[in-house]
Every structure is written in structure tokens, then in C-alpha cells.
């Protein structure tokens, strides 16, 4: 439950700001021409927006503006999970919205993307320009004969050919899929062979930490695993010719053609993600055009509270959905911010250097960065002019109470922090963002509008104030439309509605405080459960990864043949520190008088890393796996970790246990 020192927010919105928030703004409009609730702000407004799903979704889009090519015949026609079905009827083009303020002649000449790179040189893209490269693109593609339901695929960085790509693949009612380049071609083939492009958008390499990085064998090695390749598109970002057979990115992006907007079904495919697929292949997750936008245009208009005088930098790269979320901040007119490099490099500053230089008013970034700073001990909002800087948000792990603070005393007092939490399975958050609520340290603002989120025991009870399953028991629109190669929907099933039939379960702990707030505990799947006591690793790291000497941590808890637990915690040292008696006395002494006595782990161990995924997520239940016993081929697919030789040591220690 919240305790009385939880009660003082950290941040609070002031008068003006809640007025002048487009939230506020929309359930005004909403109260007079949809019934929405006209006082009790915002837990009021999301209470309606769930209880009144079909209602919630249409003043969106009329509030949004959405074009419909042909009109629908009712907002949710199934309300069934997995098989909702949203908007019948209707027809519409996601890239249409998404370049929308090009036709406003008095933003037509400013920037709707701004590029940056490593040597922080920025490149705009005015709305103007970007429409017409894209209906340049757009009928190159045509005329290679893609049609609507093709997959088009990028292996591309942070670039503004990738959002161009993007938006002309979506333009012709194509499928457009992405990896970012620092993928081996192993976990790209894992991924496209599944969707099977006609279309390979490339670069000849990427800079990277001060370096150059060439993928010409790559690219090579590509071709030859992807037959149904009818075309190759190939980008010089290192200068090179392209290669025998692609085309030159300049030759199809040259012409001044008005873009064609291919008007789908609200249903139809916009793009395929994937899951980090650490023990198979990855899901291929698709999204629909109608889903994606109306879903996009909540999150990003309302939630993050973005229109046409910010700018919008999230670091991300297109192997993660973020990316995907970036490129949709053009819907509300938006400038997106695209920083192709290290988070790092030079030195651990350099992210809020993008965001100083660029006027970034939401910058978005992971958990982790903000803990490397902290760490590191800069002094951003001293060294900087981060004035621009309105809100910056987290994602990726839980923003552990001590980044809260560090944010508020390092960036700016006044500073909205907006811890957020979803998925690659929707493309967006189930809990976060809300700018008229105030913020309490460790906690996400609330659930978002439209999700109706809840904390359950393993029987389906609801729980306040208790860790729970994070379960949404009513349908979004950006939930997939279905995973490729799946035809009898199995796997779609298995993978959120075994556990509770008819209600989506993501696989987090959470818990949903009497207040409204949020709080993730990290995945259900790997959480420690010592004598009926359920945490988070999330929340061990936390409290381990304050000391030091200790640079990343990682925790499983293993269940024995004879009823035991075994938990152990393996530790990535900082430079010049040693696992000695008096080191595992006080990571042990941190985790009982900060967390709880049954949560000491039974073995500290020193690793010379910590497995990541490739979009940078701790490898939990793969390394728990091994530890039991399971030979490395079996636990893990190889092509979705960042550094596989770090496997080998938990296998050989799992083997000596079996």
C-alpha cells in the first residue's frame, strides 16, 4: 500500500499548464459532444473512456480529425479478445495523416524532421520536402509492381530515408518492417524470412561510437537468404556505390510527384514488429493502419501532450518499437528528432547535448541512460540549456525512486517525468504520460485512456495496493491484428490470453495504487517468489546498482527438485573493484534493509557481463533456463542477444548443478 512519505508529489502541474494541456482541452470538448464527464479531471475522464470504450475511440477520431475515406458502420463491431474489430467500414491511409501539415502553407517550410548525428550537425527535413520525397518513393514503388499487403523491409539506422521509407511503404498500402544495422544478418533473416519482402531499403553502413561500421557483407548475405527480393534500394551513408542490381536512393526519391494515398481498411497491415524472440524465432506482430493512428494520435496528442511548437527527440533505434512511436509524433505536426549514434559517445552527456541543440521539448530516453548518468555524476541541467525541455520520459525498465530524484535535481525542479510502460505488442503504453497529474517518485501517473488496466491475482481477482498480473481486460486498437505465419491465431492466443481467457496478460508484475498510479515491478516470468514473497528483479537492481563497484547486476530465482530456491545474483563489476567478503557483505546488507530479508541471494557471483537482448533488455528467463540445465541451442536464440559469448559461463555453470 502507499505510505504517508509517498504522499508528497514530486512534481505537480501548475494551473496554467493543466488548462493549457490538450488533454484538459479534449474532455471539455468531449463532456459537450460525447458525454464525457466535465469535472473530476482525469480519473474521471479515463473511468468514461472505459466504461464507454466505443465512445472514448470515436471522439478521438472526430477530435483528431480522422479521415475516413468511407464512413464506418460502428466504432467496435467484436468486442471479443484475441478478434476485436474496430471501425468496419471504414477506409483511411495512415501516411496521409501522418504528412498532413504539409498542406498548411504557413508550416509547409519548417521542419518536420530534424537529423543528427554523432558530430551533432543537424539536418532538417521541412514537411514540404518530406511529402514530396515521399511521393517520389511512393510511385517508385508502384512501379515495381508493389501492391497493397506486400512487405517492404529497411535495414536501416535513425535516418530520414528510414521515415520516408516508412511513410511510402504505408502510402501504397504496403507492409513496411525494419531492423536497425547493428543487427547480424542472422537476427534480421530470423525476422524477414518470416514476412517474406519484395523490397529492401539498405545503407552500405553506419557510424557508430567514432567509428565507421561497413555492411556490405551483410547486405550481400541478405539478398541471397531473401528470394522473393524483387528490388533493392540501397543508401550511401558511408559513401559507397551501390552494389550490382539496387537502385540508388537518390534515383527514386528525385521526381516531384504529388503522393497517392492508398485508402485501406481500418484493419488493414501497417507494419510488422518483432518480439525480442529470446528463446525462438521472434513473433512477427502486426499492426493495422487505423489501429496504429488512432492509438498513436491518444498516446502522442494527449498523453504526451505534442503539437506543431515541439519538438519530439527519443532515442531509439528502428530495431525498437520507439522508433515506430517517434516517427508517429508527425501526426500532431510535430518535429521528430532523429539522432542516428551512441547514447555514449563521446561521453555519457551526449544525449541531452541532442536534446539542447535541437530545442527537444519531450525528450524521451531508457531507464538505464538515466541511471548511467546519475552514476556518472553530470550535471546536465547546470552544463546545458535544457530550458526547451518540458517533460522527459523513460521507458524500457521501471525509472528506478533514485532517477526521479536524480532527474528533478539534476535536470530541472520544475521538470514533468513521465515513466512509461507498454509494449512491441501495441506499439504504445498501457500506463504513463498524463500531463494534468501530479508525479510520485517510482511511479508511473496512471493508466492510459481507453486501457482498462488492472493488477490480478492468479484467479482473476482484482487487486489496490497489492502485486498483481498486468492484465487489460477490454480491447485496443493497436493490439495485433495478428501474428504473420499463424494462421489458426494459436500463437497469439498462447502468447496473452492462456493464463486468463478473453483478457489480455502482457507478463508484468504491477501494482495499481489507491490513488490511480502505477507501479512496475518487471516481467512476471522471471519475478523472485521466495516463500509465497513476489518482487521484482527490477527492484533488486535498483538497490544493488547504487553501490559503485557494482556496474549491472542480475538476479533469477530458480525452483529446486526438492522444493528449494535457488537465487542467485551475478554481478559486472566497475572498473578497479573486487568481489571480496566485505563487498557481498553489503550488497547483501543493501538488499535486506532496503528490500526485504527473503530476497538476500543465496550466491553473489561475478560475471564478466550481462546478457542483453538486442534492443538492450536484461536476459532473465534465457540464463534461468540454462542454470536448469537446458543446452544453450534450446534456451536461447542466438541471433537476439548482443553478446552470446556471455551465455557460455551460465550454461557451464548450469551444467556443473545438473
Keep these: 500500500m502507499t505510505t504517508a512519505a509517498d504522499e508528497t508529489p514530486l512534481w505537480q502541474p501548475g494551473p496554467d499548464r493543466i488548462a493549457a494541456a490538450a488533454v484538459t482541452r479534449f474532455q471539455s470538448w468531449a463532456a459537450q459532444r460525447h458525454g464525457a464527464p ?21 471522439a478521438v477520431a472526430d477530435w483528431f480529425d480522422v479521415r475516413f475515406s468511407t464512413p464506418y458502420e460502428t466504432v467496435l463491431a467484436d468486442r471479443a479478445m484475441p478478434g476485436a474489430r474496430w471501425f468496419p467500414g471504414a477506409t483511411l491511409n495512415y501516411a496521409e495523416h501522418a504528412l498532413r501539415t504539409a498542406e498548411d502553407p504557413l508550416r509547409a517550410d519548417a521542419p518536420a524532421l530534424i537529423h543528427v548525428d554523432e558530430t551533432h550537425t543537424q539536418v532538417p527535413v521541412s514537411w514540404s520536402e518530406l511529402r514530396r520525397r515521399v511521393g517520389s518513393l511512393a510511385a517508385e514503388l508502384r512501379a515495381l509492381g508493389v501492391t497493397p499487403g506486400d512487405r517492404v523491409s529497411g535495414y536501416l539506422p535513425n535516418i530520414p530515408e528510414a521515415v520516408v521509407a516508412l511513410l511510402a511503404t504505408a502510402a501504397v498500402g504496403a507492409v513496411w518492417t525494419s ?5 547480424g544478418a542472422r537476427s534480421v533473416l530470423d525476422r524477414f524470412q518470416q514476412v517474406e519482402p519484395v523490397v529492401l531499403f539498405t545503407v552500405d553502413g553506419y557510424r557508430y561510437g567514432g567509428k565507421e561500421h561497413h555492411r556490405a557483407d551483410t547486405v550481400a548475405e541478405l539478398r541471397r537468404e531473401l528470394p522473393t527480393l524483387r528490388a533493392v534500394v540501397h543508401i550511401p551513408l558511408l559513401g559507397t556505390k551501390a552494389p550490382e542490381g539496387a537502385l540508388e536512393w537518390s534515383a527514386v526519391t528525385s521526381a516531384d510527384t504529388e503522393p497517392v494515398f492508398e485508402q485501406v481498411p481500418f484493419d488493414h497491415p501497417l507494419w510488422v514488429l518483432y518480439s525480442s524472440g529470446t528463446t525462438g524465432l521472434p513473433k512477427a ?13 491518444k498516446q502522442l496528442g494527449l498523453h504526451c501532450d505534442l503539437g506543431p511548437e515541439d519538438r519530439f527527440f527519443w532515442y531509439t533505434s528502428t530495431g525498437w518499437m520507439m522508433w515506430n512511436f517517434l516517427v508517429s509524433g508527425l501526426l500532431t505536426g510535430t518535429t521528430v528528432v532523429l539522432y542516428d549514434g551512441s547514447p555514449g559517445y563521446p561521453d555519457v552527456s551526449a544525449q541531452w547535448r541532442v536534446a539542447e541543440q535541437t530545442g527537444a521539448t519531450l525528450f524521451g530516453t531508457s531507464a538505464a541512460y538515466v541511471m548511467a548518468c546519475r552514476k ?18 523513460t521507458t524500457g525498465s521501471p525509472l528506478p525512486p533514485d532517477g526521479f530524484r536524480w532527474l528533478h535535481d539534476e535536470v530541472a525542479d520544475d521538470l514533468w517525468i513521465a515513466s512509461v510502460s507498454g509494449g512491441t505488442d501495441v506499439c504504445s503504453c498501457f500506463a504513463g504520460a498524463v500531463p494534468t497529474l501530479p508525479v510520485h517518485i517510482g511511479e508511473l501517473q496512471a493508466a492510459c485512456l481507453g486501457t482498462d488496466l488492472r493488477s490480478w491475482d492468479p484467479a482473476g481477482n482484482p487487486l489496490v495496493g497489492e502485486v498483481g498480473e498486468l492484465v487489460v481486460t477490454a480491447p485496443m486498437p493497436s493490439m495485433p491484428v495478428r501474428f504473420w505465419n499463424d494462421p489458426d491465431g494459436s500463437r497469439y492466443h498462447d502468447s496473452y490470453f492462456d493464463m486468463y481467457p478473453g483478457v489480455w496478460r502482457h507478463g508484468d508484475w504491477i501494482t495499481l495504487t489507491d490513488r490511480g498510479s502505477v507501479i512496475i515491478h518487471g516481467r512476471s516470468d522471471s519475478t523472485l517468489n521466495r516463500q509465497g514473497v513476489r518482487m521484482g528483479s527490477s527492484d533488486i537492481y535498483e538497490a544493488v546498482e547504487r553501490l559503485p563497484e557494482i556496474r549491472e547486476s542480475l538476479v533469477v530465482g530458480i525452483e529446486q527438485p526438492d522444493g528449494g530456491y535457488w537465487m542467485p545474483l551475478f554481478v559486472h563489476l566497475a572498473e578497479g573493484a573486487r568481489l571480496d567478503d566485505a563487498l557481498r557483505d553489503s550488497i547483501k546488507r543493501t538488499i535486506r534493509e532496503n528490500l526485504s530479508p527473503r530476497h538476500v541471494p543465496d550466491e553473489v557471483i561475478e560475471v564478466p557481463g550481462i546478457p542483453h537482448t538486442l534492443t538492450g533488455k536484461r536476459i532473465e528467463v534465457p540464463v534461468k533456463r540454462l542454470l536448469q540445465g537446458t543446452p544453450l541451442a534450446k534456451a536461447v536464440n542466438p541471433g537476439s542477444v548482443d553478446r552470446l559469448e556471455l551465455l557460455h559461463f551460465y550454461e557451464e555453470l548450469g551444467r556443473g548443478r545438473s
Design 179 to 183: 531492423c536497425a544495422p547493428d543487427f
Design 38 to 58: 466535465a469535472e473530476g479531471g482525469y480519473p474521471a475522464l479515463h473511468q468514461w473512456s472505459v466504461d464507454r470504450l466505443d465512445t472514448f475511440w470515436q
Design 376 to 393: 556518472a555524476g553530470i550535471h546536465p541541467g547546470r552544463d546545458l540549456d535544457l530550458s526547451r525541455v518540458q517533460c522527459v520520459a
Design 285 to 297: 506482430i502486426v499492426q493495422s493502419q487505423g489501429g496504429i493512428l488512432l492509438e498513436h494520435f
